[in-house]
Protein backbone atom coordinates (compact mmCIF):
# COMPACT_ATOMS: atom_id res chain seq x y z
CA UNK A 1 0.00 0.00 0.00
CA UNK A 2 1.75 3.22 -0.95
CA UNK A 3 1.79 6.35 1.20
CA UNK A 4 1.33 9.83 0.42
CA UNK A 5 5.22 9.74 0.48
CA UNK A 6 5.27 7.87 -2.82
CA UNK A 7 3.07 10.59 -4.57
CA UNK A 8 4.13 14.01 -6.33
CA UNK A 9 1.74 16.17 -4.77
CA UNK A 10 3.02 19.66 -5.70
CA UNK A 11 0.39 21.63 -7.84
CA UNK A 12 -2.00 18.87 -7.65
CA UNK A 13 -5.17 18.75 -7.18
CA UNK A 14 -5.59 15.79 -4.03
CA UNK A 15 -8.97 14.84 -2.64
CA UNK A 16 -8.42 13.71 1.14
CA UNK A 17 -11.40 11.39 1.94
CA UNK A 18 -11.05 11.99 5.42
CA UNK A 19 -14.04 11.30 8.72
CA UNK A 20 -14.76 14.36 10.12
CA UNK A 21 -17.97 12.82 11.14
CA UNK A 22 -18.35 14.50 15.09
CA UNK A 23 -20.96 14.96 17.39
CA UNK A 24 -22.93 17.85 17.04
CA UNK A 25 -24.95 20.39 19.44
CA UNK A 26 -26.78 22.17 17.09
CA UNK A 27 -23.27 24.23 15.18
CA UNK A 28 -21.16 23.47 18.07
CA UNK A 29 -18.79 20.61 18.42
CA UNK A 30 -18.96 18.49 21.15
CA UNK A 31 -15.53 16.22 20.45
CA UNK A 32 -13.04 18.03 17.57
CA UNK A 33 -10.91 14.23 17.97
CA UNK A 34 -11.61 13.06 14.76
CA UNK A 35 -10.81 16.82 13.01
CA UNK A 36 -8.11 16.65 14.91
CA UNK A 37 -6.57 13.26 13.33
CA UNK A 38 -6.82 14.33 10.46
CA UNK A 39 -4.99 17.67 10.74
CA UNK A 40 -1.61 15.75 10.16
CA UNK A 41 -2.15 14.25 6.41
CA UNK A 42 -3.78 17.59 5.21
CA UNK A 43 -0.90 19.66 6.43
CA UNK A 44 1.40 17.29 5.34
CA UNK A 45 -0.16 17.82 1.61
CA UNK A 46 -0.24 21.50 1.54
CA UNK A 47 3.31 22.16 2.92
CA UNK A 48 4.36 20.13 -0.24
CA UNK A 49 2.66 22.39 -2.47
CA UNK A 50 -0.69 20.54 -3.22
CA UNK A 51 -4.55 21.66 -3.52
CA UNK A 52 -6.04 20.15 -0.68
CA UNK A 53 -10.01 18.91 -1.95
CA UNK A 54 -11.35 17.65 1.88
CA UNK A 55 -14.45 15.52 2.10
CA UNK A 56 -16.10 13.56 4.52
CA UNK A 57 -19.72 12.57 5.46
CA UNK A 58 -21.48 13.69 8.81
CA UNK A 59 -24.42 11.79 10.67
CA UNK A 60 -26.60 9.75 8.51
CA UNK A 61 -28.77 12.38 5.73
CA UNK A 62 -30.92 10.05 3.73
CA UNK A 63 -29.28 11.44 0.15
CA UNK A 64 -30.11 14.74 0.04
CA UNK A 65 -29.22 17.88 1.34
CA UNK A 66 -29.93 18.14 5.45
CA UNK A 67 -28.74 21.77 6.95
CA UNK A 68 -28.52 19.88 10.74
CA UNK A 69 -25.60 17.56 8.80
CA UNK A 70 -23.92 20.58 7.21
CA UNK A 71 -20.29 20.41 7.34
CA UNK A 72 -20.11 24.51 7.66
CA UNK A 73 -19.21 23.60 11.43
CA UNK A 74 -16.35 21.35 10.50
CA UNK A 75 -14.89 23.66 8.15
CA UNK A 76 -14.55 26.77 10.66
CA UNK A 77 -12.91 24.25 12.90
CA UNK A 78 -10.58 23.13 10.42
CA UNK A 79 -9.50 26.28 9.67
CA UNK A 80 -8.68 27.53 12.96
CA UNK A 81 -6.43 23.93 13.75
CA UNK A 82 -4.70 24.50 10.26
CA UNK A 83 -4.24 28.01 10.97
CA UNK A 84 -5.48 29.06 7.75
CA UNK A 85 -8.62 29.60 5.67
CA UNK A 86 -10.34 26.79 3.94
CA UNK A 87 -12.81 27.30 1.57
CA UNK A 88 -16.35 25.77 1.72
CA UNK A 89 -18.33 24.43 -1.04
CA UNK A 90 -21.81 23.89 -0.25
CA UNK A 91 -22.25 21.05 -2.51
CA UNK A 92 -20.49 17.54 -3.13
CA UNK A 93 -19.88 17.76 -7.09
CA UNK A 94 -21.84 20.72 -8.15
CA UNK A 95 -21.34 24.48 -9.43
CA UNK A 96 -20.08 25.18 -5.94
CA UNK A 97 -17.81 22.09 -5.42
CA UNK A 98 -16.42 23.18 -9.16
CA UNK A 99 -15.64 26.74 -8.57
CA UNK A 100 -14.00 26.25 -4.94
CA UNK A 101 -11.98 23.78 -6.10
CA UNK A 102 -11.02 25.81 -9.53
CA UNK A 103 -10.14 28.40 -7.11
CA UNK A 104 -7.62 26.31 -5.11
CA UNK A 105 -3.95 27.91 -5.46
CA UNK A 106 -0.89 25.41 -4.27
CA UNK A 107 -1.07 24.99 -0.71
CA UNK A 108 -4.95 25.92 -0.57
CA UNK A 109 -7.58 23.70 1.00
CA UNK A 110 -11.09 23.32 0.46
CA UNK A 111 -13.63 21.16 2.05
CA UNK A 112 -16.97 19.89 0.51
CA UNK A 113 -20.09 19.52 1.70
CA UNK A 114 -21.63 16.32 2.98
CA UNK A 115 -20.81 13.74 0.74
CA UNK A 116 -23.86 11.76 1.77
CA UNK A 117 -26.14 14.52 0.77
CA UNK A 118 -26.07 12.57 -2.43
CA UNK A 119 -27.80 9.49 -2.69
CA UNK A 120 -24.65 7.99 -4.88
CA UNK A 121 -22.32 7.56 -1.93
CA UNK A 122 -23.99 5.13 0.05
CA UNK A 123 -26.07 3.85 -3.16
CA UNK A 124 -26.30 -0.37 -3.34
CA UNK A 125 -26.32 -0.44 -6.58
CA UNK A 126 -23.11 -0.65 -8.24
CA UNK A 127 -23.66 1.57 -11.48
CA UNK A 128 -25.54 4.38 -8.86
CA UNK A 129 -22.46 4.52 -6.87
CA UNK A 130 -19.52 4.41 -9.63
CA UNK A 131 -21.92 7.39 -11.60
CA UNK A 132 -21.43 9.40 -8.08
CA UNK A 133 -17.53 8.42 -7.61
CA UNK A 134 -16.65 9.50 -11.65
CA UNK A 135 -17.99 13.05 -10.69
CA UNK A 136 -15.91 13.41 -7.64
CA UNK A 137 -13.16 12.25 -9.47
CA UNK A 138 -13.62 14.84 -12.14
CA UNK A 139 -12.35 16.97 -9.23
CA UNK A 140 -9.08 16.07 -8.71
CA UNK A 141 -5.83 14.40 -10.00
CA UNK A 142 -5.14 12.05 -6.87
CA UNK A 143 -6.79 10.10 -4.13
CA UNK A 144 -5.59 9.98 -0.39
CA UNK A 145 -7.41 7.48 1.56
CA UNK A 146 -7.62 8.57 5.13
CA UNK A 147 -10.92 8.11 6.95
CA UNK A 148 -10.22 5.27 8.94
CA UNK A 149 -13.47 5.25 10.32
CA UNK A 150 -15.06 4.85 7.19
CA UNK A 151 -13.35 2.31 5.67
CA UNK A 152 -15.42 -0.58 6.56
CA UNK A 153 -17.80 0.95 4.06
CA UNK A 154 -18.44 0.37 0.73
CA UNK A 155 -19.18 3.68 -0.05
CA UNK A 156 -18.42 5.98 -3.27
CA UNK A 157 -15.72 7.97 -1.94
CA UNK A 158 -14.07 5.02 -0.20
CA UNK A 159 -14.38 2.22 -2.35
CA UNK A 160 -15.11 3.24 -5.67
CA UNK A 161 -13.14 6.47 -6.01
CA UNK A 162 -9.93 5.24 -5.61
CA UNK A 163 -10.20 2.68 -8.41
CA UNK A 164 -10.17 6.27 -11.00
CA UNK A 165 -7.47 8.08 -9.62
CA UNK A 166 -3.74 7.23 -8.75
CA UNK A 167 -4.09 6.68 -5.13
CA UNK A 168 -2.11 6.47 -1.50
CA UNK A 169 -2.99 5.83 2.32
CA UNK A 170 -2.77 9.15 4.63
CA UNK A 171 -0.96 9.20 7.25
CA UNK A 172 -3.73 8.49 9.32
CA UNK A 173 -4.59 5.38 7.90
CA UNK A 174 -0.83 4.29 8.06
CA UNK A 175 -1.17 4.64 11.73
CA UNK A 176 -4.11 2.77 12.29
CA UNK A 177 -2.47 -0.59 10.29
CA UNK A 178 0.15 -0.47 12.09
CA UNK A 179 -1.11 -0.09 15.56
CA UNK A 180 -3.65 -2.91 14.61
CA UNK A 181 -1.24 -5.53 13.63
CA UNK A 182 0.38 -4.87 17.02
CA UNK A 183 -3.34 -6.58 18.23
CA UNK A 184 -3.65 -9.31 15.33
CA UNK A 185 0.27 -10.39 14.73
CA UNK A 186 3.43 -11.21 16.94
CA UNK A 187 1.30 -9.66 20.03
CA UNK A 188 2.56 -9.30 23.33
CA UNK A 189 1.21 -11.21 26.05
CA UNK A 190 -0.53 -11.29 28.26
CA UNK A 191 -3.28 -9.88 25.74
CA UNK A 192 -6.46 -8.21 27.46
CA UNK A 193 -9.45 -7.01 25.86
CA UNK A 194 -12.16 -4.89 27.51
CA UNK A 195 -15.27 -5.03 26.02
CA UNK A 196 -18.25 -2.99 26.87
CA UNK A 197 -21.58 -1.30 24.93
CA UNK A 198 -24.84 -1.75 24.63
CA UNK A 199 -25.48 -5.04 22.72
CA UNK A 200 -23.82 -8.09 22.78
CA UNK A 201 -25.02 -9.26 19.15
CA UNK A 202 -22.83 -6.07 17.78
CA UNK A 203 -19.67 -7.92 19.07
CA UNK A 204 -20.07 -11.44 18.46
CA UNK A 205 -18.11 -11.42 15.14
CA UNK A 206 -14.92 -9.62 17.27
CA UNK A 207 -15.78 -12.15 20.05
CA UNK A 208 -15.59 -15.13 18.34
CA UNK A 209 -12.16 -13.95 16.86
CA UNK A 210 -10.47 -12.99 19.85
CA UNK A 211 -11.10 -16.34 21.20
CA UNK A 212 -7.94 -17.17 19.10
CA UNK A 213 -5.90 -14.33 20.34
CA UNK A 214 -6.35 -12.89 23.82
CA UNK A 215 -5.60 -14.44 26.79
CA UNK A 216 -8.37 -12.79 29.12
CA UNK A 217 -11.73 -10.92 28.00
CA UNK A 218 -13.46 -8.72 30.19
CA UNK A 219 -17.39 -7.64 30.10
CA UNK A 220 -18.54 -4.45 30.68
CA UNK A 221 -21.35 -1.98 29.47
CA UNK A 222 -25.11 -3.17 28.81
CA UNK A 223 -23.76 -6.51 26.86
CA UNK A 224 -22.60 -7.92 30.05
CA UNK A 225 -26.45 -8.75 31.40
CA UNK A 226 -26.28 -11.08 28.27
CA UNK A 227 -23.48 -12.83 29.71
CA UNK A 228 -24.48 -12.88 33.13
CA UNK A 229 -28.15 -14.18 32.02
CA UNK A 230 -26.48 -16.61 30.00
CA UNK A 231 -24.48 -18.18 33.48
CA UNK A 232 -28.44 -18.33 34.64
CA UNK A 233 -28.31 -15.26 36.58
CA UNK A 234 -31.15 -12.80 36.62
CA UNK A 235 -31.02 -9.10 35.79
CA UNK A 236 -33.99 -7.37 36.68
CA UNK A 237 -34.59 -4.88 34.41
CA UNK A 238 -31.29 -4.42 32.48
CA UNK A 239 -30.90 -4.63 28.75
CA UNK A 240 -30.77 -8.12 27.60
CA UNK A 241 -30.57 -9.56 24.27
CA UNK A 242 -32.65 -12.98 25.03
CA UNK A 243 -32.10 -13.80 21.52
CA UNK A 244 -28.06 -14.07 22.06
CA UNK A 245 -27.90 -16.12 25.09
CA UNK A 246 -27.60 -19.43 23.31
CA UNK A 247 -24.13 -17.91 21.59
CA UNK A 248 -22.86 -16.45 24.52
CA UNK A 249 -23.15 -19.54 26.47
CA UNK A 250 -21.26 -21.06 23.42
CA UNK A 251 -18.45 -18.52 23.41
CA UNK A 252 -17.91 -18.83 27.21
CA UNK A 253 -17.76 -22.81 26.87
CA UNK A 254 -15.35 -22.43 24.28
CA UNK A 255 -13.24 -19.98 26.10
CA UNK A 256 -13.24 -22.31 29.11
CA UNK A 257 -11.83 -25.29 26.79
CA UNK A 258 -9.22 -22.68 25.44
CA UNK A 259 -8.40 -21.50 28.62
CA UNK A 260 -8.78 -17.98 27.42
CA UNK A 261 -10.46 -16.44 30.98
CA UNK A 262 -13.80 -14.67 30.65
CA UNK A 263 -14.26 -12.13 33.34
CA UNK A 264 -18.02 -10.39 34.10
CA UNK A 265 -18.99 -8.19 36.85
CA UNK A 266 -19.26 -9.72 40.41
CA UNK A 267 -20.98 -6.16 41.44
CA UNK A 268 -23.06 -3.57 39.39
CA UNK A 269 -24.56 -0.12 40.22
CA UNK A 270 -28.40 -0.07 39.21
CA UNK A 271 -31.50 2.48 39.39
CA UNK A 272 -34.93 1.93 38.85
CA UNK A 273 -35.07 4.08 35.60
CA UNK A 274 -32.59 5.11 32.77
CA UNK A 275 -31.05 8.25 33.89
CA UNK A 276 -31.78 11.53 32.36
CA UNK A 277 -28.77 12.58 30.22
CA UNK A 278 -29.81 16.03 29.56
CA UNK A 279 -30.44 17.18 33.09
CA UNK A 280 -28.10 14.86 34.73
CA UNK A 281 -30.45 15.11 37.81
CA UNK A 282 -29.26 12.19 40.18
CA UNK A 283 -30.59 8.86 39.53
CA UNK A 284 -30.41 7.05 42.85
CA UNK A 285 -28.15 4.53 42.16
CA UNK A 286 -27.81 1.30 44.44
CA UNK A 287 -24.68 -1.49 44.79
CA UNK A 288 -25.79 -5.21 44.02
CA UNK A 289 -24.42 -8.56 43.50
CA UNK A 290 -24.27 -8.74 39.23
CA UNK A 291 -25.53 -12.23 40.67
CA UNK A 292 -28.92 -10.69 42.47
CA UNK A 293 -30.15 -7.83 40.55
CA UNK A 294 -33.32 -7.03 41.97
CA UNK A 295 -36.14 -6.99 38.90
CA UNK A 296 -37.23 -3.42 40.08
CA UNK A 297 -33.78 -2.45 39.19
CA UNK A 298 -31.06 -2.01 36.09
CA UNK A 299 -27.64 -2.54 36.08
CA UNK A 300 -26.15 0.96 34.40
CA UNK A 301 -22.41 0.47 35.41
CA UNK A 302 -20.23 -2.17 36.89
CA UNK A 303 -19.79 -1.73 40.65
CA UNK A 304 -17.11 -0.98 42.80
CA UNK A 305 -15.42 -4.14 43.62
CA UNK A 306 -16.07 -5.13 39.35
CA UNK A 307 -13.70 -1.97 39.07
CA UNK A 308 -11.23 -3.25 41.55
CA UNK A 309 -11.38 -6.68 40.07
CA UNK A 310 -10.70 -5.31 36.40
CA UNK A 311 -7.86 -2.91 37.48
CA UNK A 312 -6.44 -6.22 38.52
CA UNK A 313 -6.55 -8.10 35.56
CA UNK A 314 -5.03 -5.42 33.33
CA UNK A 315 -2.63 -4.29 36.02
CA UNK A 316 -0.32 -7.15 34.52
CA UNK A 317 -1.11 -7.01 30.43
CA UNK A 318 1.41 -6.43 28.22
CA UNK A 319 -1.37 -5.39 25.04
CA UNK A 320 -4.80 -4.28 26.01
CA UNK A 321 -7.32 -3.33 23.72
CA UNK A 322 -10.52 -1.43 24.81
CA UNK A 323 -14.04 -0.75 23.06
CA UNK A 324 -17.31 -0.02 24.63
CA UNK A 325 -17.94 1.97 27.74
CA UNK A 326 -18.85 -0.16 31.32
CA UNK A 327 -21.71 2.31 31.34
CA UNK A 328 -23.60 5.49 31.23
CA UNK A 329 -20.61 7.20 31.31
CA UNK A 330 -22.06 10.46 30.05
CA UNK A 331 -24.40 10.80 33.48
CA UNK A 332 -22.00 11.22 36.53
CA UNK A 333 -24.06 8.12 38.96
CA UNK A 334 -23.11 5.91 36.43
CA UNK A 335 -19.42 6.62 34.88
CA UNK A 336 -17.36 5.40 37.32
CA UNK A 337 -16.91 2.26 35.96
CA UNK A 338 -15.79 3.93 32.64
CA UNK A 339 -13.30 6.14 34.20
CA UNK A 340 -12.15 3.21 36.34
CA UNK A 341 -10.92 1.39 32.93
CA UNK A 342 -9.68 4.05 31.54
CA UNK A 343 -7.34 4.99 34.10
CA UNK A 344 -6.21 1.30 34.71
CA UNK A 345 -4.95 1.43 31.22
CA UNK A 346 -3.33 4.50 31.83
CA UNK A 347 -1.23 2.66 35.18
CA UNK A 348 -0.53 -0.21 33.36
CA UNK A 349 3.21 -0.87 31.47
CA UNK A 350 0.59 -2.46 28.77
CA UNK A 351 0.55 -1.27 25.04
CA UNK A 352 -3.34 0.33 25.38
CA UNK A 353 -5.08 0.90 22.31
CA UNK A 354 -8.58 2.62 22.97
CA UNK A 355 -11.14 1.78 19.86
CA UNK A 356 -12.94 4.51 19.03
CA UNK A 357 -16.35 5.54 18.98
CA UNK A 358 -17.82 6.05 21.96
CA UNK A 359 -14.84 4.59 23.99
CA UNK A 360 -12.52 7.53 22.56
CA UNK A 361 -15.63 9.92 23.21
CA UNK A 362 -15.93 8.89 26.55
CA UNK A 363 -11.59 9.52 27.40
CA UNK A 364 -11.79 12.79 26.27
CA UNK A 365 -15.01 13.93 28.27
CA UNK A 366 -14.31 12.43 31.38
CA UNK A 367 -10.95 14.54 31.20
CA UNK A 368 -8.19 11.90 30.37
CA UNK A 369 -5.03 13.18 28.35
CA UNK A 370 -5.26 11.36 25.61
CA UNK A 371 -1.94 11.23 24.70
CA UNK A 372 -1.28 8.63 27.78
CA UNK A 373 -2.27 6.54 26.11
CA UNK A 374 -0.71 3.91 23.31
CA UNK A 375 -3.11 4.36 20.29
CA UNK A 376 -6.73 6.01 20.20
CA UNK A 377 -8.11 5.19 17.18
CA UNK A 378 -10.82 7.16 15.77
CA UNK A 379 -12.88 3.89 14.06
CA UNK A 380 -14.64 1.67 16.18
CA UNK A 381 -16.65 -0.01 13.77
CA UNK A 382 -13.78 -0.12 11.44
CA UNK A 383 -11.05 -1.55 14.62
CA UNK A 384 -13.51 -4.53 15.38
CA UNK A 385 -14.18 -5.69 11.58
CA UNK A 386 -10.80 -5.47 11.62
CA UNK A 387 -10.02 -7.37 14.08
CA UNK A 388 -12.57 -9.41 13.34
CA UNK A 389 -10.29 -10.41 10.11
CA UNK A 390 -12.80 -9.35 7.80
CA UNK A 391 -11.52 -7.35 4.70
CA UNK A 392 -12.42 -4.02 4.60
CA UNK A 393 -13.75 -2.18 1.31
CA UNK A 394 -11.39 1.17 1.96
CA UNK A 395 -7.84 -1.11 2.98
CA UNK A 396 -8.64 -3.17 -0.17
CA UNK A 397 -9.23 -0.41 -2.78
CA UNK A 398 -5.95 0.96 -1.60
CA UNK A 399 -3.90 -1.73 -2.50
CA UNK A 400 -1.56 -1.51 -5.34
Not at 392 to 398: Q, S, T, V
Amino acid sequence: MKTIDDLQVAGQRVFVRADLNVPLDGETITDDGRIRAAVPTINKLLDRGARVIVASHLGRPKGAPDPQYSLAPVARRLGELLGKQVAFATDTVDESAQATVAALGDGEVALLENLRFNAGETSKDDAERGAFADRLAALADLYVGDGFGAVHRKHASVYDLPARLPHAAGELIATELSVLKKLTEDVKRPYAVVLGGAKVSDKLGVIDHLLEKADRILIGGGMAYTFLKAQGHEVGGSLLQEDQVPAVQDYLRRAKERGVEFVLPVDVTAASEFPDLKTKAPANPRVVAADAIPADLQGLDIGPETRKLYASKLADAATVFWNGPMGVFEHPDFAEGTRAVAQALLDSPAFTVVGGGDSAAAVRILGFDENAFGHISTGGGASLEYLEGKTLPGLAALED
